[in-house]
C-alpha cells in the first residue's frame, strides 16, 4: 500500500544562529529561532513522513518542551521518524519539498540539501526534490520575518 503526508513547518528569522536547511548550514545568513536546530525543511519532511504513517505530527514525537530535544539537529527526528516507520512495516520512497523565504538566495545550495536529505532518508538522489520560492513580498514571510517549507512523503507500507 501507499500512502502519502503532508509536512508544513515555519520558524521567525534569529540573530547569532546559523540558518540550516536540510542539514546544510547556509553561509552568512542569519539563522531560524526554535529550540532544536530550527531547521524548517527537515521539520516539515518529519511532519510529511508521520502524516503518511498516521503517527501524529513532529510536536507528539519531539517536543518543544523537552530538554532531549534542545539545539538536536533535523536530521536527528528524520532518523527517529524512519525508526518509527519501520517499526509499523513503512519505508518512504519519495520526498517533494518547497522551501519559502524571500532571503536568502537558495537555489545555489539546492543541490547540496538534496543530497544530505537522500541520505539522511536512505533514498536515492533522484527521489529528493527540493525547490525554493519567494512569497512575493506578501505577509510576514514576504516581509522577510521568517522561513517556511512544505513537504509531500509518499511512503511504502510492507506486505504483511
Do not use: C
Request: aromatic letters at 4%.
Amino acid at each position: 500500500m501507499t500512502r502519502t503526508g503532508i509536512g508544513y513547518d515555519s520558524h521567525r528569522f534569529a540573530e547569532g544562529r546559523p540558518l540550516i536547511l536540510g542539514g546544510v548550514t547556509i553561509p552568512g545568513s542569519r539563522g531560524l529561532a526554535g529550540h532544536s536546530d530550527a531547521d524548517v525543511l527537515a521539520h516539515a519532511i518529519v511532519d510529511a513522513l508521520l502524516g503518511a504513517a498516521a503517527l501524529g505530527d513532529i510536536g507528539r514525537h519531539f517536543s518543544d518542551k523537552d530538554e532531549a530535544w534542545k539545539n538536536a539537529p533535523g536530521s536527528l527526528f528524520i532518523e527517529r521518524s524512519l525508526d518509527l516507520l519501520s517499526k509499523r512495516g513503512m519505508k518512504p520512497v519519495h520526498i517533494d519539498s518547497t522551501l519559502i523565504a524571500e532571503t536568502p538566495q537558495l537555489a545555489p545550495h539546492i543541490d547540496a540539501i538534496r543530497a544530505n536529505l537522500a541520505g539522511f532518508l536512505k533514498l536515492p538522489l533522484d527521489s529528493v526534490s527540493v525547490k525554493a520560492t519567494s512569497n512575493e513580498g506578501m505577509g510576514a514571510l514576504g516581509r522577510g520575518e521568517g522561513m517556511a517549507a512544505m513537504a509531500v512523503a509518499t511512503i511504502e507500507e510492507n506486505d504483511a
